[in-house]
């Protein structure tokens, strides 16, 4: 057995005596997800649209990871649909900048890993970094947007009560919690992932200016600020979205 399958057998393990059922669920929904970025990965080296597949495959991801892993209907319903909305919207955002930042392909630091390589693929890189951007982002929506909509179902619930006004302000500030939770994983997630090039650059006494203008430095930066940008969307649509379903679930009209 590999350490790969080993330590999957482990996590599924572990999952299951968390979680009972729902560790079970969770774990599958980690395996869902892997296929369909598989299947987008043999999509896109076919000569597909990289950014129709990647629209596609996380429209799947959104909806496994946000059904499988919750049952209540009105906060997953919400939590769907504004994570839909924010993935438009990233992706509006990230086609323009992505193309003037140029940072596409990879970088010098890569070259010695891949000079054995034929590059001539027949990919369009570009495209390909959109994709790659967009897909990383999901994961930090979908999560952020069940927590404020989980939330704010169970205060309602809780306290039948509650203003509208209150429950708005209610969802920023578990927003507020969720964002520096959110922020500080995905830096230190950058950080660590690339810590042995960071080394590696400071050993070689590069300066600032080399880290603002290295195509893999920048790359990173702008995943990780892609990301944040894309929870406080998350939240703040969230929010308006559920408190608006909240109060028309109390008028006895459909969302």
């Known amino acids: ?129 959109i994709s790659t951007t967009v897909l990383s982002t999901l994961g930090a929506i979908a999560e952020a947007a069940v927590a404020i909509s989980s939330g704010l179902e169970e205060l309602s619930e809780q306290n039948p009560g509650i203003t509208i006004a209150e429950i708005f302000k209610s969802g920023r500030t578990i927003g507020f919690q969720i964002m520096g939770m959110t922020f500080n994983t995905l830096f230190f997630g950058m950080f660590g992932g690339d810590l042995a090039l960071f080394i590696l650059l400071y050993k070689l006494n590069a300066n600032f200016g080399y880290y603002l203008n290295s195509k893999i430095f920048v790359g990173e930066c702008m995943a990780v600020l892609y990301s944040a940008v894309a929870v406080i969307l998350v939240i703040w649509i969230t929010t308006y979205l559920m408190g608006r379903k909240i109060n028309q679930k109390r008028k006895g009209t459909d969302f």
């Open 1 to 129: 057995m590999s350490t790969i399958s080993l330590l999957t057998l482990i996590l599924m393990i572990l999952m299951i005596l968390v979680g009972g059922k729902s560790g079970f669920t969770s774990f599958l929904s980690v395996v869902f997800n892997f296929l369909i970025l598989f299947a987008a990965v043999i999509l896109i080296t076919g000569g597909i649209s990289a950014i129709g597949v990647t629209f596609f495959a996380g429209v799947c991801i959104l909806a496994i990871t946000i059904f499988m892993g919750n049952k209540n209907e009105t906060s997953t319903n919400t939590a769907f649909v504004a994570t839909l909305i924010v993935m438009v919207i990233m992706l509006l955002l990230i086609v323009p900048l992505d193309y003037f930042a140029q940072i596409k392909g990879f970088s010098n630091e890569q070259s010695e890993e891949i000079e054995a390589f034929n590059l001539l693929v027949g990919a369009n890189f570009e495209t390909i970094l």
